[in-house]
Nanobody
Framework: QVQLVESGGGLVQAGGSLRLSCAAS????????MGWFRQAPGKEREFVAA????????SSADSVKGRFTISRDKAKNTVYLQMNTLKPEDTAVYYC??????????????????WGQGTQVTVSS
């Protein structure tokens, strides 16, 4: 089992920044690929960014490229999502997720077996 706890969400004005954190506990953190997804009211959960088990490969959705950066700190068992130049359309609940290192297709929710409880991000215009 892997337990994931997100933090860092909040209310920010458009153009501002937030950094989300996801603390992992349980099994060996370095054995897992990590992803961030988000879900706005009335919409499906969508991929935001992912980082592989080693931290050497990252990917992100076109909608956040150049604005959001995913990273991981193995010593702290934590993955981060640095969000800059936030827009009102970034408003959503953000979820952290973990998948075994052998998994591929890191941009779909079905790949991930472990999820955090989510943290709300609200961007005002």
């Amino acid at each position: 089992q892997v337990q994931l706890v997100e933090s860092g969400g909040g209310l920010v004005q458009a153009g501002g920044s937030l950094r989300l954190s996801c603390a992992a506990s349980g099994r060996t953190f370095s054995n897992y690929n990590m992803g961030w997804f988000r879900q706005a009211p009335g919409k499906e959960r969508e991929f935001v960014a992912a980082i592989n088990w080693s931290g050497g490969v990252t990917s992100s959705a076109d909608s956040v490229k150049g604005r959001f950066t995913i990273s991981r700190d193995k010593a702290k068992n934590t993955v981060y999502l640095q969000m800059n130049t936030l827009k009102p359309e970034d408003t959503a609940v953000y979820y952290c997720a973990a998948s075994h290192f052998l998994a591929s297709k890191l941009d779909i929710p079905e790949t991930y077996g472990y999820w955090g409880q989510g943290t709300q991000v609200t961007v005002s215009s």
